[in-house]
C-alpha cells in the first residue's frame, strides 16, 4: 500500500513509528477515523465506539514494530528502498501524526477594535506635535535672542567675550532643537512622582554620600508604587471579570507590569529636562540685556531732506562705555558750521574715536548734547541717524556678494550712478577690467581685493549716498601714500559742499582744513585753524613739529 505525497526515504524513516492502517473494508467511510499517538501503534478508541477495555502495550523502541497484514514487509537493502503502501483518502498522514485533532480558525468580530492603527495614528500625531511645537519655541527663541543681541549697545558687546555669543547661538540653540523636544510627554498621574524625583535629585547633589542610599530609596518606592498599581489592577480585572473580556484584563495587567519602568523612565527624563534646561536660561539671558534706543520714532518729524546744510554743536558732551568707568569724552563743546572741514587730531586714547561713536549714538551721552540742524539727535531714532550720516572706517567692511551689491546694497542707485560713483572713485579701469564687471564675486571681507582697493570701494559708496556729514575714522592710516592721495583728492572735489570730520593719523592731510579740533585726555584742548595752532606752539605744534611738517 502506497501513502500519496509521501516520499520513499521518509517512509523508510518513519515505518518504525507508524500504525498500521485498518482494511478499507472493515471501518465505513462515514465513520469517524480513529486517533493514533505518535510513536504508538495502536489506535484510539472511536469516539462513537465503546471504550477497550485494556489498550495493548506497545513494543520496545529497540525492537521493529509488527507490520500489519495489510502491509507487505518491505525488504530494505543498501541499492533498493521499499514502496509505500498506499493511503486510503479517510485517512491522511497528519491526522495519523497529529496527537490532537485540528483546532477551527478563532472568529474575529468585525466590531473589534483595531488598537496597532490607533497606536500608529497617536505616535504620528504625537511626533509632528512635538516637532513642530520644538521648532517653533527654537525659532522664537532664536530670534528674540537674536533681535536683542544685534540691538545692545556697544558696551555689551565690549564685556560679553564672543566665545560666549558663539556658544550661546550654537550649543545652546542646538541643545534647545534636538534635546529638549525629546522629553517624553508625562501623563498627569506620574506628575506626583516626578516632584519626589526632583527632591530626591536635589538631595543628591547637596550630598554627594548619600547617592547610593537615595537611590536605593527611590527604588523601593518607584516598585512598591508599581507593584501596588499592578495590585489594582488585578483585583479590578477580577471585580469586574463579568463585564470586561480576559483579553482586556490582560492587557491591562500587562501594561500595568511595565509600569515601574516608566515610573525609572520618568526620573530619567525628569533629570535630563533639569539639566538641559539651563540652554533655555542662557538664551532667554540675553534678552534680558540692555536694548539701544528704538530703531524708528513714529512721533519725529523730521524736515525732508534732513540735514540740509550739516552744522554739527555740540554742547558740554559726554560719554563714557560703561557704567562702572570714567568718562571718555567729557566737556566737549564745539559748533561746526555746514561745508566746514574739521579734523580731529590728539594722542592715543584721547578720545577720537569716542567722539564719533557719540555722534553715531553707538554710545549714548552721559551728559550734554549734540545737535544738527537744529535737530536734537538724542530725540531721532537710530536709523534716522545713521541713514543721514556716512562714515568710512579704517578697516573698510566688504560683505560676500556681487561689487554692485557692496556698493548698492538696496539697489536704490541706477547702474549709471554706480559707474559714476567708480570713476570718481579711482576704481572704473579696474572694474571694467573684471570679467563680470558689476556681478564681480566679492569673498567673505573683501579678500580677493587689496586693502587700498577695498578701501576705494568704500570711498564709491559715500559718494553714491553723498549726505551732508561725512566722517573718516583714520580712513587712509593703512593704506599707501598712492591711495591717500586719491581719497583726499575726491574728498577735495566731490565732498565741498559737505560738513567733513577726519580723524587725522597723519597731520598733512589736514593742513588745508578749515579747522582742527584737538584733543587731549578727553577733553578739548584747542580748536582753531591749522595755521593759528602752529601760532600758538601748543599741543598740535608739537604734533607737527613730531611729524616734521614745521
Same mark, same amino acid.
Given at each position: 500500500?502506497?501513502?500519496?505525497?509521501?516520499?520513499?526515504?521518509?517512509?523508510?524513516?518513519?515505518?518504525?513509528?507508524?500504525?498500521?492502517?485498518?482494511?478499507?473494508?472493515?471501518?465505513?467511510?462515514?465513520?469517524?477515523?480513529?486517533?493514533?499517538?505518535?510513536?504508538?501503534?495502536?489506535? $484510539?478508541?472511536?469516539?462513537? &465506539?465503546?471504550?477497550?477495555?485494556?489498550?495493548?502495550?506497545?513494543?520496545?523502541?529497540?525492537?521493529?514494530?509488527?507490520?500489519?497484514?495489510?502491509?507487505?514487509?518491505?525488504? %530494505?537493502?543498501?541499492?533498493?528502498?521499499?514502496?509505500?503502501?498506499?493511503? &486510503?483518502?479517510?485517512?491522511?498522514?497528519?491526522?495519523?501524526?497529529?496527537?490532537?485533532?485540528? !483546532?477551527?480558525?478563532?472568529?474575529?468580530?468585525?466590531?473589534?477594535? &483595531?488598537?496597532?492603527?490607533?497606536?500608529?495614528? /497617536?505616535?504620528?500625531?504625537?511626533?509632528? &506635535? %512635538?516637532?513642530?511645537?520644538?521648532?517653533?519655541?527654537?525659532?522664537?527663541?532664536?530670534?528674540?535672542?537674536?533681535?536683542?543681541?544685534?540691538?545692545?549697545?556697544?558696551?555689551?558687546?565690549?564685556?560679553?567675550?564672543?566665545?560666549?555669543?558663539?556658544?550661546?547661538?550654537?550649543?545652546?540653540?542646538?541643545?534647545?532643537?534636538? %534635546?529638549?523636544?525629546?522629553?517624553?510627554?508625562?501623563?498627569?498621574?506620574? !506628575?506626583?512622582?516626578?516632584?519626589?524625583? #526632583?527632591?530626591?535629585?536635589?538631595?543628591?547633589?547637596?550630598?554627594?554620600?548619600?547617592?547610593?542610599?537615595?537611590?536605593?530609596?527611590?527604588?523601593?518606592?518607584?516598585?512598591?508604587?508599581?507593584?501596588?498599581?499592578?495590585?489594582?489592577? /488585578?483585583?479590578? /480585572?477580577?471585580?469586574?471579570?463579568? #463585564?470586561?473580556?480576559?483579553?482586556?484584563?490582560?492587557?491591562?495587567?500587562?501594561?500595568?507590569?511595565?509600569?515601574?519602568?516608566?515610573?525609572?523612565?520618568?526620573?530619567?527624563?525628569?533629570?535630563?529636562?533639569?539639566?538641559?534646561?539651563?540652554?533655555?536660561?542662557?538664551?532667554?539671558?540675553?534678552?534680558?540685556?540692555?536694548?539701544?534706543?528704538?530703531?524708528?520714532?513714529?512721533?519725529?518729524? $523730521?524736515?525732508?531732506?534732513?540735514?540740509?546744510?550739516?552744522?554739527?554743536?555740540?554742547?558740554?558732551?559726554?560719554?563714557?562705555?560703561?557704567?562702572?568707568?570714567?568718562?571718555?569724552?567729557?566737556?566737549?563743546?564745539?559748533?561746526?558750521?555746514?561745508?566746514?572741514?574739521?579734523?580731529?587730531?590728539?594722542?592715543?586714547?584721547?578720545?577720537?574715536?569716542?567722539?564719533?561713536?557719540? =555722534?553715531?549714538?553707538?554710545?549714548?551721552?552721559?551728559?550734554?548734547?549734540?545737535?544738527?540742524?537744529?535737530?536734537?539727535?538724542?530725540?531721532?531714532? =537710530?536709523?534716522?541717524?545713521?541713514?543721514?550720516?556716512?562714515?568710512?572706517?579704517?578697516?573698510?567692511? =566688504?560683505?560676500?556678494?556681487? $561689487?554692485?551689491?557692496?556698493?548698492?546694497?538696496?539697489?536704490?542707485?541706477?547702474?549709471?550712478?554706480?559707474?559714476?560713483?567708480?570713476?570718481?572713485?579711482?576704481?572704473?579701469?579696474?572694474?571694467?577690467?573684471?570679467?563680470?564687471?558689476?556681478?564681480?564675486?566679492?569673498?567673505?571681507?573683501?579678500?580677493?581685493?587689496?586693502?587700498?582697493?577695498?578701501?576705494?570701494?568704500? !570711498?564709491?559708496?559715500?559718494?553714491?549716498?553723498?549726505?551732508?556729514?561725512?566722517? $573718516?575714522?583714520?580712513?587712509?592710516?593703512?593704506?599707501?601714500?598712492?591711495?591717500?592721495?586719491?581719497?583726499?583728492?575726491?574728498?577735495? +572735489?566731490?565732498?565741498?559742499?559737505?560738513?567733513?570730520?577726519?580723524?587725522?593719523?597723519?597731520?598733512?592731510?589736514?593742513?588745508?582744513?578749515?579747522?582742527?579740533?584737538?584733543?587731549?585726555?578727553?577733553?578739548?584742548?584747542?580748536?582753531?585753524?591749522?595755521?593759528?595752532?602752529? +601760532?600758538?606752539?601748543?599741543?598740535?605744534?608739537?604734533? /607737527?613739529?613730531?611729524?616734521?611738517?614745521?
Amino acid at each position: 500500500m502506497v501513502y500519496p505525497g509521501l516520499s520513499t526515504s521518509l517512509y523508510v524513516q518513519l515505518s518504525p513509528f507508524l500504525s498500521p492502517l485498518p482494511s478499507p473494508h472493515t471501518p465505513s467511510l462515514h465513520s469517524p477515523p480513529p486517533l493514533f499517538f505518535p510513536f504508538s501503534h495502536t489506535p $484510539l478508541p472511536s469516539l462513537s &465506539s465503546p471504550p477497550s477495555p485494556l489498550l495493548p502495550i506497545p513494543p520496545s523502541p529497540r525492537s521493529p514494530p509488527p507490520l500489519s497484514p495489510h502491509i507487505p514487509s518491505p525488504s %530494505v537493502s543498501p541499492h533498493t528502498h521499499p514502496s509505500p503502501p498506499p493511503l &486510503s483518502p479517510p485517512y491522511p498522514l497528519p491526522l495519523c501524526l497529529s496527537p490532537y485533532p485540528p !483546532l477551527s480558525s478563532p472568529s474575529v468580530s468585525p466590531h473589534t477594535p &483595531s488598537l496597532p492603527p490607533l497606536s500608529g495614528i /497617536a505616535v504620528f500625531c504625537y511626533s509632528i &506635535s %512635538v516637532s513642530i511645537g520644538g521648532i517653533l519655541a527654537s525659532r522664537y527663541l532664536h530670534q528674540s535672542m537674536l533681535y536683542n543681541v544685534l540691538r545692545s549697545p556697544m558696551s555689551f558687546f565690549e564685556r560679553t567675550p564672543s566665545g560666549n555669543l558663539v556658544n550661546r547661538f550654537a550649543k545652546e540653540t542646538d541643545t534647545i532643537d534636538s %534635546v529638549i523636544p525629546r522629553v517624553k510627554c508625562i501623563p498627569l498621574f506620574l !506628575l506626583t512622582v516626578a516632584g519626589g524625583a #526632583s527632591g530626591v535629585c536635589r538631595e543628591l547633589y547637596r550630598n554627594v554620600s548619600n547617592i547610593s542610599l537615595c537611590c536605593r530609596w527611590l527604588a523601593v518606592r518607584l516598585e512598591f508604587v508599581g507593584n501596588c498599581i499592578v495590585m489594582f489592577a /488585578a483585583l479590578f /480585572a477580577v471585580m469586574a471579570r463579568e #463585564s470586561l473580556s480576559p483579553g482586556i484584563m490582560g492587557l491591562s495587567i500587562s501594561y500595568a507590569l511595565q509600569l515601574t519602568a516608566s515610573l525609572t523612565w520618568l526620573v530619567r527624563m525628569s533629570s535630563d529636562l533639569e539639566t538641559n534646561i539651563v540652554a533655555v536660561e542662557r538664551v532667554k539671558e540675553y534678552e534680558d540685556t540692555e536694548k539701544e534706543a528704538d530703531w524708528r520714532h513714529d512721533q519725529s518729524s $523730521l524736515p525732508p531732506g534732513w540735514p540740509t546744510a550739516g552744522n554739527i554743536d555740540i554742547r558740554g558732551f559726554g560719554l563714557r562705555y560703561r557704567e562702572d568707568q570714567e568718562l571718555a569724552v567729557r566737556n566737549i563743546t564745539v559748533a561746526i558750521h555746514g561745508g566746514e572741514k574739521v579734523g580731529i587730531v590728539g594722542r592715543t586714547g584721547a578720545g577720537k574715536s569716542s567722539l564719533t561713536l557719540g =555722534l553715531f549714538r553707538i554710545i549714548e551721552a552721559c551728559e550734554g548734547e549734540i545737535h544738527i540742524d537744529g535737530v536734537n539727535i538724542a530725540t531721532l531714532g =537710530l536709523h534716522e541717524l545713521r541713514s543721514r550720516i556716512t562714515i568710512i572706517p579704517q578697516d573698510p567692511v =566688504l560683505f560676500s556678494g556681487s $561689487l554692485r551689491m557692496n556698493l548698492d546694497p538696496f539697489d536704490g542707485y541706477s547702474d549709471e550712478e554706480v559707474w559714476r560713483a567708480l570713476e570718481l572713485s579711482h576704481l572704473k579701469s579696474f572694474v571694467s577690467g573684471l570679467p563680470d564687471k558689476l556681478n564681480h564675486e566679492c569673498s567673505e571681507g573683501g579678500e580677493n581685493l587689496s586693502l587700498g582697493q577695498r578701501q576705494l570701494v568704500c !570711498l564709491a559708496r559715500a559718494l553714491l549716498r553723498k549726505t551732508k556729514i561725512l566722517v $573718516l575714522d583714520e580712513a587712509t592710516a593703512a593704506v599707501d601714500l598712492e591711495t591717500d592721495n586719491l581719497i583726499q583728492s575726491t574728498i577735495r +572735489t566731490q565732498f565741498d559742499d559737505c560738513t567733513v570730520l577726519t580723524i587725522a593719523h597723519r597731520l598733512n592731510t589736514i593742513m588745508d582744513y578749515t579747522r582742527v579740533l584737538v584733543l587731549d585726555k578727553g577733553e578739548m584742548a584747542e580748536f582753531d585753524s591749522p595755521s593759528t595752532l602752529i +601760532t600758538k606752539r601748543g599741543i598740535f605744534y608739537k604734533m /607737527a613739529k613730531d611729524s616734521g611738517l614745521v
